[in-house]
């Protein structure tokens, strides 16, 4: 007899794997907000690096969990924005941020001096 086992989508760059564990515990680790408790839906799989190319992952798809973290939709859109960020060369974010009002390099301020309070 054999037992039907779940198996858990996970998005890795621009293409999905199948996973036999479920990679979500429901809880957002930046805020804290859980699925349990009612506060947030769902929660999303950030990769703050592509260590791996695609193919890679496709062969073992538990490499797809390495440098992940589990956060709700509104954490998770900073934590791609930051992905970027870090992406990207100095100068180029430097010339896109003259290119915003000034509120925009006044929040970098902001959050620069939080992040090194912290």
Same mark, same amino acid.
């Given at each position: 007899?054999?037992?039907?086992? &779940?198996?858990?989508? +996970?998005? !890795?760059?621009?293409?999905? *794997?199948? +996973?036999?564990?479920? @990679?979500?515990?429901? %809880?957002? *680790?930046?805020?804290?907000? /859980?699925?349990? #408790?009612?506060? %947030? $839906? =769902?929660?999303? =799989?950030?990769?703050? #690096? !592509?260590? !791996?190319?695609?193919?890679?992952?496709? $062969?073992? @798809?538990?490499?797809? +969990?390495?440098?992940?973290?589990?956060?709700? !939709?509104?954490?998770?859109? =900073?934590?791609?924005?930051?992905?970027? +960020?870090?992406?990207? $060369?100095? #100068?180029?974010?430097? #010339?896109?941020?003259? %290119?915003? @009002? @000034? /509120?925009? /390099?006044? $929040? %970098? &301020? *902001? *959050?620069?001096?939080?992040? =090194?309070? /912290?």
């Amino acid at each position: 007899m054999s037992e039907d086992v &779940r198996m858990y989508r +996970l998005k !890795y760059r621009k293409t999905y *794997v199948m +996973l036999d564990v479920n @990679p979500r515990k429901g %809880i957002c *680790v930046a805020c804290g907000k /859980s699925v349990h #408790k009612g506060e %947030i $839906k =769902i929660t999303n =799989i950030h990769h703050y #690096k !592509y260590k !791996y190319m695609t193919k890679t992952v496709k $062969k073992d @798809p538990l490499l797809a +969990l390495e440098n992940t973290l589990e956060l709700c !939709y509104r954490c998770h859109q =900073i934590a791609d924005a930051l992905r970027v +960020l870090n992406d990207n $060369k100095d #100068k180029q974010i430097v #010339k896109v941020l003259l %290119i915003h @009002p @000034p /509120s925009f /390099s006044v $929040k %970098i &301020r *902001v *959050v620069q001096a939080l992040y =090194i309070e /912290s």
